[in-house]
């Protein structure tokens, strides 16, 4: 279910799923059967010991994995897979420094927090050792454009016109490439970390082609290359299961958050067995990773995507929103660009489409709020919080599509 209700009564569709959590919706009753039934059964044996319930969810995880990515460890939050996936590909390759994108969110520890460069969650405290961030290959805003080279599935206004390779793919690689020569003193790095789509960064999408030379760089400085699919995993790019799939590309480490637990805590590090046993001599230990409801709740989750065919809803309603919202772009001056995959969608407000200029904080509270005093709760993200995020549940309907559309038109009209 997408809708919730407050203490009023007053019923609100959900398009932002808590923050990105709740993928199969609200008290789903085949995942709420799951977790009665293990409840009543068994809590907690901590993970001395493996049980049922982390045996068959990580067989029926690895089994959505491509290649040799077999090997899981269970967590409790996506800050907690990626502190995990750090240690991992630092003691793996034996190096320190790693590389991330700007507008980069990976979360809020503090080994996390050094990865992450959108600027409202840079934490000082958190330190940066050894975390080098790189030039966003942000089509909108970056230098190198790009615009018409994301991998959309709505091509309306736009034609990608690049030949045998991708010019705005190139550009960015090729200022990745600067950073990795100048930057990396010891030429030997730990790795690369990214979200196949940034999340909190805005939804920025990176033109095709820029991931599969970004990893080839990479791997040929030794380091290990991460997929944070903690927001594009699941089904939600519609075409593929996972994010990085849509880039053509197979990581050497996957973290996964959110959405894997529809909103019970769980979360995942997936990774091949040689990585793995880098850690099986370092008694590595998490209390409650693989707690057995959170194992029988990712068990449902994955059952209900499949059976719901709920990546096939997020492809064909995330073509349908993205082709309404560029509708908005062609009508409103303040609407930017419309972007996204499946039902991973972001709508960047700005002054005028000419100077790109953030739209004001006061004008996007003020459409927060209209849309919410409609019935309608979005996110919102961006390095300058100008981008308005639609990333439902993935059961929403197309009425509900069609609500979303209709209430920001209005929120936009009466602004
Ligand atoms: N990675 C990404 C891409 C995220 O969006 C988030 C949360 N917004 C995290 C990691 C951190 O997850 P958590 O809040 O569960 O620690």
């Not at 200022?175 to 909190?200: C, N, P, R």
């Not at 990085?244 to 997936?270: Q, Y």
């Not at 850690?279 to 990773?289: R, V, Y």
Request: charged share 20%; proline share 4%; net charge neutral.
């Amino acid at each position: 279910m997408q809708w919730l209700w407050d203490e009023k009564g007053r019923r609100y569709l959900d398009m932002f799923a808590g923050i990105v959590t709740v993928s199969v919706g609200h008290c789903h009753p085949r995942v709420n059967e799951a977790a009665e039934k293990q409840l009543k059964s068994l809590w907690h044996t901590s993970n001395i010991y493996l049980t049922r319930p982390i045996h068959e969810f990580a067989e029926k995880l690895t089994a959505k994995l491509p290649g040799n990515l077999k090997v899981c460890y269970f967590v409790n939050s996506g800050s907690e897979a990626n502190d995990l996936a750090m240690m991992l590909m630092r003691a793996h390759t034996g190096a320190w420094d790693l590389v991330s994108l700007r507008n980069a969110y990976h979360g809020m520890t503090p080994y996390c927090a050094s990865l992450c460069s959108v600027s409202s969650y840079k934490r000082p405290q958190a330190g940066n050792s050894g975390v080098h961030h790189t030039m966003n290959a942000d089509p909108y805003r970056g230098i190198w454009g790009g615009r018409n080279c994301r991998d959309s599935v709505v091509q309306t206004d736009r034609s990608c016109d690049c030949q045998s390779s991708c010019k705005a793919a190139d550009g960015y690689a090729g200022q990745f490439k600067d950073l990795l020569d100048h930057s990396i003193s010891s030429k030997k790095m730990a790795g690369f970390f990214a979200e196949s789509i940034q999340g909190v960064g805005g939804i920025v999408q990176f033109p095709k082609g820029f991931l599969p030379q970004v990893y080839e760089m990479v791997r040929s400085r030794g380091g290990l290359c991460v997929a944070d699919e903690v927001q594009t995993g699941f089904g939600r790019p519609g075409s593929h299961f996972w994010g990085f799939e849509t880039h053509g590309v197979t990581p050497d480490i996957v973290t996964m958050a959110k959405g894997i637990g529809n909103g019970f805590p769980l979360a995942a590090v997936v990774t091949t067995p040689e990585i793995a046993a880098t850690l099986a001599q370092a008694n590595h230990f998490n209390t409650f990773g693989g707690n057995p409801i959170a194992c029988a709740i990712g068990s449902a989750v994955l059952d209900v995507i499949e059976e719901d065919k709920l990546q096939e809803n997020c492809a064909v309603l995330g073509e349908h929103l993205i082709r309404e919202l560029e509708g908005l772009r062609g009508k409103f001056e303040i609407v930017g660009d419309v972007r996204g995959k499946g039902l991973m969608i972001g709508v960047e407000l700005v002054e005028s489409k000419k100077t790109k200029q953030p739209l004001a904080a006061a004008k996007m509270a003020r459409i927060m709020d209209l849309t919410r005093q409609s019935g309608l709760l979005i996110g919102r993200g961006g390095n300058f919080g100008n981008v308005l995020r639609i990333q439902p549940p993935m059961c929403i309907t197309r009425e509900d599509a069609d609500f979303t559309v209709d209430v920001l038109r209005e929120s936009l009209q009466k602004l």
